[in-house]
């Protein structure tokens, strides 16, 4: 999927554990996520997270996060926050 919409990844990682102590154990400095439950624990960890915006979620109100309604938003924050990804 990511592939055949030219997004690059090093690295993806699925777990059922806490998504917040793995994501500052690995050093993550945006993490992607909608279940509000995985956005607090990742926020409360001090990670920025982009929320991929649905029904259940879209009323939060966190510090360090922003709302996303599809991967262009998310790619165009990261650029105004790190600038443009070298491949």
Known sequence: W??????????????QD???KLAKK???DLFIE????????IQNEGIMV????TN???DLKLDNTFFANNWYDIY?????LWGSYQY
């Open 2 to 15: 990511f592939e055949k919409y030219n997004i690059p990844v090093s690295n993806l990682i699925l777990t």
């Open 56 to 58: 259940y979620n879209k």
């Open 76 to 80: 165009n924050k990261v650029e105004e």
């Open 34 to 41: 909608d279940a509000p439950h995985h956005i607090q624990a």
């Open 18 to 20: 806490s998504k917040g």
């Open 50 to 53: 982009a929320i991929m915006k």
């Open 26 to 28: 690995l050093g993550i």
